[in-house]
């Protein structure tokens, strides 16, 4: 069984700076891409920033310069650091991972998502 658990949302003013965490646990062989996708109300969920087992990283435009993807591949942990946040960034922010366990079977994994709300 594989889990991964989300933290470090909250409640922030615009201009300011979250740092996200989201650890994979279980049985566990191998991760490949790891990222973090946003859900707004009424919106769709989209991504936010991907990060390969290599560390090559992509972004959506919109967070471009202002959110950084990284990753801790000994601790299996992904991070998302936030900063000059806007309240348009106001979503439940879900980790994902594609996961390799024990058997060799590889499955896409989500997080259980984390509010983030920006506002003064």
């Known amino acids: 069984q594989v889990q991964l658990v989300e933290s470090g949302g909250g409640l922030v003013q615009p201009g300011g700076s979250l740092r996200l965490s989201c650890a994979a646990s279980g049985s566990i062989f191998s991760i490949s891409d790891m990222g973090w996708y946003r859900q707004a109300p009424g919106k769709q969920r989209e991504l936010v920033a991907g990060?390969?087992?290599?560390?090559?990283?992509n972004y959506a435009d919109s967070v471009k310069g202002r959110f950084t993807i990284s990753r801790d591949n000994a601790k299996n942990t992904v991070y998302l650091q936030m900063n000059s946040l806007k309240p348009e960034d106001t979503a439940v922010y879900y980790c994902?991972?594609?996961?390799?366990?024990?058997?060799?079977?590889?499955?896409?994994?989500w997080g259980q998502g984390t509010q983030v709300t920006v506002s003064s």
């Open positions: 990060i390969s087992s290599g560390g090559s990283t």
């Open positions: 994902n991972a594609w996961i390799t366990i024990a058997t060799m079977v590889s499955q896409n994994y």
